[in-house]
């Protein structure tokens, strides 16, 4: 703050001011002519260390990942060109649940009044499209009109996004950044939580607790938003207090942890793991918290749980014949984990349903490499620092099944599901956790979508091991549905990481045909510490999870469900 004390205070600082305040250390940057100045406003402030992306849906990507890491991160990019591009990782953020702030710059403020045709736009006078665009996917649009609107308009989209957890999106005009402007009140205004309301807290636990008393087979659910929310700790209380099985959802993998009794393994229809499925199938009551039904989390609708369920919403909790509004989730399990009486059933029964853990074979060091080889090695690479990032793909299936020792992270974008997604998260995430090693599993379709990236990983020396699965073109869309689109072109990977090191980077890249290429790569990819590793993994194209094969069999045919109430006569 020292150099802006000293000269005039703008709407550029209050902005570099308030993201400091709320967290933000490093923000995500394309420049244009319309964010020039505000990008020298954010990059003076000492707090804030820009980091510049190859493009705006990877400056989208980073962000969210970053947010995954850090709580909440600002991607600023500039009008139409940009940002029409950033939609896509926002996108991203609304359907994961992170706080990720979109800044753009805008037209001169006198522009539209003079209708000025202007550069980077649709080519008409009406330069609020993209605002009305923004607001369809953050939980807060606002578009400054002036200098003195500022404070409060930043303020409300901030204080939104982080309580919904949710994206928002601030327009900033190119003439405003540097217009004079006051400075912030405190933060407290804008980060302190909502709590419950006490009357429908105490109502909801004791309907809970009624409720669950009444069952034999209570079991609980975790879907993504239990870890959003930022209740793993009173998850875990309250799973204790209750001392039943506890399964989680694909997208909730590590969200429990996989080393506690409790813990029965990832229930997603058929290709469930660790006999989740018959736990869930089998429960007289489901207490999903944070759950997210969707076609592919319900492996296309055959895993819909056909009981009533209790659900545990970030803020709200819904019972079968009740409501309550205005409850958060961590002090809701916290407090139920005080109510509920101890029913261990569900743990009796999986103990003898607990399948014995599977023989993994090795192979030899010169065999051909395989896709479960692959699962081997890297299930020996991960540690409590670990943190995996699995992209759309059969990466999401070899993903699931690997086992998590404790204190490892594992991030999946199950929702949005954007194919490259992993490459630019990564990357954000990894600046902001450089004490922890992040690996990405990653199919070749995907990696070709935002390949750029790993050149920031490059610049900012970012030490990521990416496990590029290459078997030739787009598997799990072969499994939904078949068709010549699905065939892509083949690059040299490891050779291409390696173009983006030019005289003064430090990526390498790798290739592994066999088992031992493979082992000789991964002890390479963990002593180097100056950038990247991208080890191609080459495996024959038929060779992918019966998993994959399963669930693309169920969602292909909810795909084609034919359309219901045709009149007579179609
Ligand atoms: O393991 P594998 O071969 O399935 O993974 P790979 O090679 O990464 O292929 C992914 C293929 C894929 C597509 C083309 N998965 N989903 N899609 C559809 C899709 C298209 N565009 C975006 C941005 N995201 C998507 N999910
Ligand atoms: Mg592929």
Request: hydrophobic letters at 40%; glycine letters at 8%; aromatic letters at 8%.
């Amino acid at each position: 703050m020292v150099a802006q004390q000293q000269g005039k205070f703008t709407v550029g600082d209050y902005l570099a001011e308030r993201l400091a305040q709320v967290g933000v250390r490093h923000h995500f940057v394309v420049p244009g002519d319309y964010n020039l100045i505000l990008l020298d406003k954010l990059q003076a402030h000492p707090e804030l260390k820009e980091v510049g992306c190859a493009n705006e849906l990877n400056c989208s990507l980073a962000a969210e990942g970053y947010a995954r890491a850090n709580g909440i991160s600002a991607c600023v990019v500039t009008y139409s060109v940009g940002a029409l591009s950033a939609f896509n990782g926002t996108g991203s953020a609304y359907a994961e649940n992170l706080p990720l702030v979109l800044i753009s710059g805008s037209p001169n403020t006198n522009d539209p009044s003079q209708y000025h045709i202007l550069h980077h736009t649709l080519g008409h006078p009406d330069y609020t499209y993209q605002y009305e665009m923004a607001k369809k996917i953050t939980c807060c649009a606002v578009a400054i009109p002036r200098a003195i609107d500022a404070p409060r308009l930043i303020d409300r989209a901030l204080r939104a996004a982080i309580l919904a957890r949710k994206p928002c999106y601030i327009e900033i005009p190119t003439n405003l950044a540097g217009a004079t402007c006051v400075r912030p009140g405190p933060i407290s205004a804008i980060t302190d939580p909502v709590t419950s309301d006490k009357n429908a807290l105490e109502a909801a636990a004791k309907c809970a607790a009624e409720y669950l008393d009444g069952k034999l087979k209570p079991v609980i659910l975790v879907g993504p938003k239990a870890g959003r929310a930022g209740s793993e700790k009173e998850l875990i209380e309250f799973a204790e207090a209750m001392g039943c099985a506890v399964a989680l959802q694909p997208a909730a993998k590590g969200m429990f942890p996989e080393d506690h009794k409790q813990f029965v393994g990832i229930f997603w229809g058929q290709v469930s793991s660790d006999a989740a499925d018959a736990m869930v199938h089998w429960a007289d009551a489901m207490i999903c918290v944070g759950a997210v039904f969707n076609d592919y989390s319900t492996v296309g609708w055959t895993a819909v749980p056909n009981i009533p369920l209790m659900t545990v919403d970030m803020d709200h909790v819904t019972f079968p014949g009740a409501h309550f509004s205005r409850v958060r989730m961590c002090e809701f399990l916290s407090h139920l984990a005080t109510q509920v009486t101890f029913n261990d059933s569900t743990m009796i029964e999986y103990k003898r349903l607990k399948p014995d853990p599977p023989h993994v074979h090795t192979a030899e060091r010169e065999e051909p490499l395989s896709r479960k080889e692959i699962s081997r090695q890297v299930q020996e690479m991960l540690t409590d620092k670990t943190s995996l990032f699995v992209d759309t793909g059969d990466s999401w299936f070899n993903g699931i099944q690997l086992k998590l020792p404790p204190g490892a992270k594992f991030e999946i974008e199950m929702q949005w599901g954007h194919i490259g997604w992993s490459i630019p998260a990564a990357f954000g995430y990894a600046l902001r956790h450089p004490d922890r090693h992040t690996i990405v599993l990653v199919g070749d379709g995907s990696f070709q979508v935002t390949a750029q990236e790993v050149s920031q990983m490059v610049r900012f020396k970012v030490p990521i091991t990416i496990m590029l699965i290459n078997n030739r073109g787009y598997t799990i869309e072969v499994e939904i549905h078949d068709g010549s689109y699905n065939k892509i072109k083949n690059w040299d990977y490891a050779m291409l990481v390696e173009a983006f090191n030019s005289t003064d980077g430090h990526a390498k890249g790798l290739l592994a045909n066999t088992a031992g290429e493979l082992a000789d790569a991964i002890k390479v990819a963990e002593s180097h510490k100056e950038g990247p590793t991208l080890i191609e993994c080459t495996i024959d194209q038929d060779d992918c999870s019966k998993e994959l094969i399963t669930w693309g069999h169920y969602v292909a045919a909810a795909n084609a469900r034919p359309p219901r109430n045709m009149s007579v006569q179609e």
